[in-house]
């Protein structure tokens, strides 16, 4: 039997297949593009392709769009980042102490005891510290993200640039190109920058103890990581499964519960249904939800946002 | 003159219900919603907290159904060096909402006989006797007293509670029908039937439920729309909910620095002096607490509650404790929210099950 487990996130959305060893069996790394719907569809149809829906015994969601990936889909288990990613770094590696995730729009740190959450905090104040915004300023230079990191560790020089905001972070970028500071060293900047803003808003006094495991889509930048390195004054753990953490985690989650009784997993082909997302407000009680529901021709096929749970359960079939 | 007041939490049910029977006509203003922050916002200082914001939107809201008279309690002291009240008043003025305002601050601050001339400048339209009106603002102080203390237990059972879900809902319905009511004695029936439906809960004894202290500033912590209905999301999660500082709380808070009575002091290591607002009896509650988690919620940039969270990282470093941290703005996005709430009670509920081998 496999498990399969989705991370919907707002850069990309991430499937996974693991059989009960907790082995990787597949694993995909789409881009969102702002249509989540669409990207969990196209995952669905080329997993299809290998695996049959019998085979898959429990399914397990999580990242920001997992309340719609859990309608469409169908899911056993509908997680929070933070215990997914903790959960798959732990796995990976059970030495783990501190978990470093930066995504597309937040970055998360999590504490490790044994195994376990002992702690974790989120980005509140703004996207400074997130791969959004690296992404940003290598579309602004012209230089592809994936180039990023190999560049900035080129520039022995890091450009002293403020972190805080991005939107002041742009003014200092900009203003160091005008003062003929080169791309190596602006980009070992923004790294420098990057990391610094995480250290003090994400992190705010917490102690990280190694070993420390970086993970995100921006775990991926060489440039980041060895910024982290130099900040913390100690080497840094970069899973080879970096992308893919959350969706594992879930998976991970979904294995766990395999002694219980069938699945909510409504099968690969759902990734060719044509599917339409209608927003009915209920108010059937003053809770007066903004229900999301999923129509395929007509029919409601799933929904979410309903405390009550009554949409769901009207389309769980 | 009609009076009205802004709104903290269920307050407004006593103290509506306190007016009507002494015969003076009361607006209450509309329940908390994004459209109160919106005007409280326009009269507002932008740097003001969320509270401040609120409850300028409230007295909006009111002026505008007709109220020529605010009654405030205004505890001179805790926040804003005290002008707290003042601040409000001196706010509306200027945009134009001209009121009458009676600012009952503490007996202690003001003395007692003008804190007595204030009141009595309240009660000056009624044409209940001294008597009367004692009776009936003792009926209403028992009325909250025994409200908190039944609400308190609700959100204790839901942990215990078959359907969580009856629990936010009988909370609800509780301050709808007392919302209803006529007069005191007939909230004071109200209250007795849902004594006796707490009583009925289905309930599943075999249940070990996490169990979570909301603490944090006063007004976040009582005022369910500052702060996105938090212990209701947390009833639904099965969570058993306490939060000590209610109206109750606050009125034992202020009232009793004024009687001759001495309080226990106990000396304090973590944070032993006042430094306003109520950030001592935060990281009091933290320190004492006994629950498996502790969720601290404050409004942004609120000065105390600042100083607290940094001295509950150190309470949570030395001994142990889980705290969530949980700062309350204009941003109504409640998927942020939402996955820090569930991650915290996860985080719980998995350590638990390892720790406890269940």
Redesign the interface.
């Known amino acids: 039997m496999y498990f399969l487990g989705i991370d919907v996130g707002s850069i990309s959305t991430d499937l996974v297949v693991i059989d009960e060893g907790c082995g990787i069996k597949e694993q995909l790394y789409l881009k969102t593009k702002g249509r989540p719907l669409d990207a969990i569809a196209r995952g669905l149809r080329e997993l299809g392709e290998t695996f049959d829906s019998k085979e898959i015994a429990k399914a397990g969601v999580t990242g ?1 769009g997992r309340s719609l990936a859990g309608a469409f889909v169908g899911a056993d288990v509908v ?5 997914t990613h903790a959960a798959a770094a732990a796995k990976i590696d059970p030495q783990v102490r501190t978990v470093i995730e930066i995504g597309g729009q ?1 970055s998360k740190l999590i504490l490790l005891e ?1 195994g ?5 905090a ?1 980005n ?1 104040v703004c996207a400074a510290g997130t791969g959004s915004f690296l992404d940003r300023q290598a579309e602004r230079m012209g230089i592809p993200i994936e180039k990023f990191g190999e560049a900035a560790l080129r520039g022995k020089n890091p450009a002293p640039i403020a972190g805080r905001c991005a939107v002041f972070a742009e003014s200092d970028i900009i203003h160091q190109q005008q003062m003929g500071v080169s791309e190596e060293n602006l980009l070992a900047g923004v790294c420098r920058a990057l990391v610094n803003s995480y250290l003090s808003n994400v992190a ?2 917490k ?1 990280l103890l190694p070993k420390i495991c970086f993970q995100g889509g921006v775990a991926a930048n060489q440039g980041l990581k060895a910024a982290f390195e130099e900040a913390l004054e100690t080497e840094i753990f970069v899973p080879r499964e970096h992308k893919i953490m959350g969706a594992y985690g879930a998976a991970l989650l979904a294995l766990e519960r395999k002694d219980a009784e069938g699945t909510a997993f409504k099968g690969f082909d759902r990734g060719r249904l044509d599917v339409e997302i209608r927003e009915t407000p209920c108010f059937d009680c ?1 809770n007066q939800c903004k229900v999301v529901r999923l129509l395929h021709e007509g029919h409601a096929i799933g929904a979410f946002q309903d ?2 749970g009554k949409y769901q359960r009207d389309t769980a079939m | 003159m009609k009076m009205t007041f802004p709104h903290l939490g269920p307050a407004y049910l006593a103290a509506a219900l306190a007016l009507k029977e002494l015969g003076i006509p009361v607006v209450v203003p509309p329940a908390n919603t994004g459209k109160t922050l919106e005007k409280g916002k326009s009269v507002s200082p932008e740097e003001m907290c969320l509270p401040f914001k609120f409850m300028a939107g409230n007295l909006i809201e009111a002026y505008d159904m007709g109220a020529q008279c605010v009654i405030m309690p205004a505890t001179m002291g805790p926040c804003r060096l005290g002008e707290y009240g003042e601040l409000l008043k001196q706010v509306l003025d200027q945009a134009g909402y001209a009121m009458e305002w009676i600012l009952l601050d503490t007996p202690k601050a003001i003395g007692i006989k003008e804190w007595l001339r204030r009141l009595g400048t309240a009660g000056r339209e009624s044409n209940a006797t001294v008597l009367k009106a004692a009776r009936v603002l003792t009926g209403s102080v028992q009325l909250m007293l025994s409200l908190d203390r039944l609400e308190a237990k609700i959100k204790e059972q839901a942990g215990y509670a078959r359907h969580p879900g009856d629990c936010v809902k009988m909370l609800r319905s509780l301050r709808k029908e007392l919302e209803a009511s006529e007069n005191l004695r007939a909230a004071g029936r109200t209250m007795a039937k849902y004594r006796r439906a707490v009583k009925m809960l289905p309930v599943n004894s075999r249940r070990r439920p996490v169990k979570i202290l909301v603490t944090g500033e006063i007004y976040t912590s009582i005022e369910a729309s500052a702060n996105q209905n938090l212990e209701e999301q947390l009833m639904l999660m099965g969570c058993s909910v306490k939060r000590p500082v209610n109206i109750s709380w606050w009125m034992a808070h202020t009232i009793r620095p004024s009687l001759p009575v001495p309080g226990r002091q106990r000396k304090r290591v973590y944070l032993p002096y006042s430094i306003g607002g109520y950030a001592k009896e935060t990281v009091k509650e933290i320190r004492d607490s006994e629950e498996d988690g502790i969720i601290k919620i404050m409004p942004a940039g609120c000065m105390p509650e600042i100083v607290a969270k940094a001295v509950s990282n150190l309470i949570q470093e030395k001994e142990g404790k889980k705290i969530l941290h949980l700062v309350f703005d204009e941003m109504q996005a409640a998927a942020g929210y939402e996955t820090r709430i569930e991650a915290f009670v996860d985080m719980l509920e998995r350590r638990r099950r390892v720790f406890l081998g269940n």
Do not use: H, Y
Not at chain 1, 116 to 120: A, K, Q, T
């Open positions: 920001s997680k929070n980042e933070i215990t937040d044994e376990l959450v002992s702690d974790f989120m509140t705010q006094g102690k003053p405390r009550c």
